[in-house]
């Protein structure tokens, strides 16, 4: 199975910040990664799909990049609203999450 | 609009056999390229996928979890329906099902919280 890995596990960031989270695959999945949104007591929300597209409705402020085995998923000025948890996930290979990268607040 | 809906135990004793439903609405499950998934997370810890099943009936299951599980559609009730045999406490986890669009998974159902206890 291909085993996924996100750094930092948490952060801590103001409103503000830019914030760039790494998701690491264990081999090549080419461009197939997404990357979801959780917040507590809810459930994931897709962001970004195919390692880089813009979920409709997704503020613009996030993007994805990547491909082969590294990825980033970038808030580009942190807002109230995105302190949650961050997930990544392969579909290249059946399917598998990462851990999770739980951004709070400063 | 799309949306899925899980149902299922509350608490379930240690050995038996969980079966979980998702209804779904707002899309079919006789859609090409659609499909729906079971995906878990145990209080305060990562999301763990589950299982899957297509419109043409393909599936997949968790290698780890493969011997325990059997998903299975029923297209004319839009449901899903994941059993899970020989549950243990370690299985104690919110249960969620989503849809499968390409190889995403967009949108989720609210999910649904199984205790597994005596």
């Known amino acids: 199975d291909i085993q996924m890995t996100q750094s930092p596990s948490s952060l801590s960031a103001s409103v503000g910040d830019r914030v760039t989270i790494t998701c690491r695959a264990s081999?090549?999945?080419?461009?197939?990664l997404n990357w979801y949104q959780q917040k507590p007591g809810k459930a994931p929300k897709l962001l970004i799909y195919?390692?880089?597209s813009l979920q409709s409705g997704v503020p613009s402020r996030f993007s994805g990049s990547g491909s082969g085995t590294d990825f980033t998923l970038t808030i580009s000025s942190l807002q109230p609203e995105d302190f949650a948890t961050y997930y990544c996930?392969?579909?290249?290979?059946?399917?598998?999450f990462g851990p999770g990268t739980k951004v709070d607040i400063k | 609009q799309v949306t899925l809906k899980e149902s299922g135990p509350v608490l379930v004793k240690p050995t038996e056999t969980l079966t979980l439903t998702c209804t779904v609405s707002?899309?079919?499950?006789?859609?090409?390229?659609?499909?729906v998934s079971w995906i878990r997370q145990p209080p305060g810890k990562a999301l763990e996928w589950l299982a899957h099943?297509?419109?043409?009936?393909?599936?997949s299951y968790s290698t780890s979890l493969k011997s325990r599980l059997t998903i299975s559609k029923d297209t004319s009730k839009s449901q899903v329906v994941l059993t899970m045999t020989n549950m243990d406490p370690v299985d104690t986890a919110t249960y969620y099902c989503?849809?499968?669009?390409?190889?995403?998974?967009?949108?989720w159902g609210q999910g649904t919280l199984v205790t597994v206890s005596s």
């Open positions: 989503a849809r499968i669009s390409a190889d995403w998974f967009d949108p």
């Open positions: 996930q392969q579909s290249y290979s059946t399917v598998t």
């Open positions: 081999q090549s999945i080419s461009s197939y």
């Open positions: 195919a390692a880089s």
């Open positions: 099943i297509f419109s043409n009936d393909e599936k």
């Open positions: 707002g899309f079919s499950l006789s859609n090409a390229r659609m499909g």
